[in-house]
Nanobody, 122 residues
Framework: QVQLVESGGGLVQAGGSLRLSCAAS????????MGWFRQAPGKEREFVAA???????FYADSVKGRFTISRDNAKNTVYLQMNSLKPEDTAVYYC????????????????WGQGTQVTVSS
């Protein structure tokens, strides 16, 4: 069982930055692929970024070049650095975990955090 707790959300002006953190419980964090997804009001949950157990990173086209995902296995934590934020980035951001390889499909992830709100004002 893995428990995930996100933090770092908030209100920021367009062009600003935020860093989200996701702290995981358990002793096998390094075996998990970690993903960030987001869901805006009235929209489906969408893939944002993911990082494999070995550190390979993957991004949605909409955030490529602006967001950076990273992990610190010693701290059982995954991060999402978000720069040049836009109003369309406003959403609840969720951290997710799955064993093995990365997936862009949220249905492939077994564990989810409670979500953290990110609001970008124009």
């Amino acid at each position: 069982q893995v428990q995930l707790v996100e933090s770092g959300g908030g209100l920021v002006q367009a062009g600003g930055s935020l860093r989200l953190s996701c702290a995981a419980s358990g002793r096998t964090f390094s075996s998990y692929a970690m993903g960030w997804f987001r869901q805006a009001p009235g929209k489906e949950r969408e893939f944002v970024a993911a990082i494999s157990p070995s550190g390979n990173t993957f991004y949605a086209d909409s955030v490529k070049g602006r967001f950076t995902i990273s992990r610190d296995n010693a701290k059982n934590t995954v991060y999402l650095q978000m720069n040049s934020l836009k109003p369309e980035d406003t959403a609840v951001y969720y951290c997710a975990a799955k064993l093995g390889i990365v997936s862009y499909n949220s249905n492939r992830y077994d564990y989810w955090g409670q979500g953290t709100q990110v609001t970008v004002s124009s």
